[in-house]
């Protein structure tokens, strides 16, 4: 087992950045939901949305 750590050591790099690329997509999904469910409820009470959560969707 320490020898495949040894060897292949350098795989961490690539593995870190999938990760962190993943999970950036995640929070950015996760965004876009939130502000698309503040602008539904904003609809369905008949109130016109701010324009910073129009803008947060143009990103």
């Keep these: 087992m320490a020898d495949l750590f040894r060897d292949f050591w350098w795989l961490l790099f690539p593995m870190s950045a999938m990760a ?9 999904d996760r965004a876009r939901r939130e502000t698309m469910q503040a602008l539904r409820e904003l609809a369905e009470s008949g109130r016109e949305p701010p324009a ?3 803008a947060q969707l143009q990103r």
């Design 20 to 28: 962190l690329t993943g999970f950036r997509a995640w929070l950015k």
């Design 52 to 54: 910073y959560l129009l």
